[in-house]
């Protein structure tokens, strides 16, 4: 059952306009740090691409390091909203088109997936920042699994083999991402898009795909 909703009282214009200059430095670094990668990355660029001083970049983020993990973050908390947002009386078909569409959806997000390796080689080379992302992935991974909900009580074999399946799923979406540079037959969205479904039947927990797609 769904917590009721709380009501919030209407923002202000300060914290509209707080809320805006965040969300566009946010947007406007998700940009640079894909094009330039991590370490290349320059606050000032960053703050240029809106607008804006390094200044105001400091008034909404610690540095270099905060602003990038606050990517991921946003990411990871919009993701777990879409899954939340599915109606509670979802048939367990639509449950498992909805978890496809949210896995293929990465492929119209061109920067994201390559953003994605940028921020595993980041937590492999920062140690000090790898809880955090750790955590963020087990809240993600854990609210997207959910989406894949099986119909008959599942051996804890079973439950391993669908955890290692869908460790194995996220990682494609980034790998098609950057293979798409240098093989010209991953340029056909709709191709590759179809490729990467089929794949998605394959490894998703297989009751589920047996129920909702072989079966139709």
């Not at 390094?54 to 909404?60: E, S, T």
């Not at 990465?106 to 937590?123: M, N």
């Amino acid at each position: 059952m769904k917590s009721p909703k709380v009501q919030l009282p209407p923002k202000n214009k300060h914290q509209a306009r707080t809320e805006a200059t965040r969300r566009d430095l946010l947007d406007a670094a998700e940009k640079i740090f894909a094009r330039d990668g991590y370490e290349r990355t320059q606050i000032e660029t960053i703050a240029a691409e809106v607008g804006r001083t390094k200044g105001a970049v400091y008034a909404h983020f610690k540095g270099k390091e905060d602003l990038f993990l606050a990517l991921f973050e946003r990411k990871v908390l919009s993701q777990i909203a879409t899954v939340q947002s599915w109606p509670e009386g979802m048939s367990f078909e639509d449950r498992i088109r909805a978890g496809r569409k949210l896995f293929t959806a990465s492929l119209d997000e061109e920067g994201w997936p390559i953003l994605l390796l940028e921020f595993k080689l980041f937590a492999l080379r920062n140690t000090g920042s790898v809880q955090r992302i750790q955590d963020l992935y087990h809240r993600l991974y854990a609210g997207i699994g959910q989406a894949l909900p099986s119909k008959s009580k599942r051996s804890k074999t079973e439950q391993k083999r669908d955890l290692i399946s869908l460790a194995v799923l996220r990682g494609i979406p980034s790998s098609i991402a950057l293979e798409r540079h240098f093989d010209p037959s991953l340029q056909s969205s709709s191709a590759t898009k179809a490729a990467l479904e089929s794949v998605f039947d394959a490894l998703a927990p297989r009751n589920a795909v047996d129920d909702c797609f072989h079966q139709s």
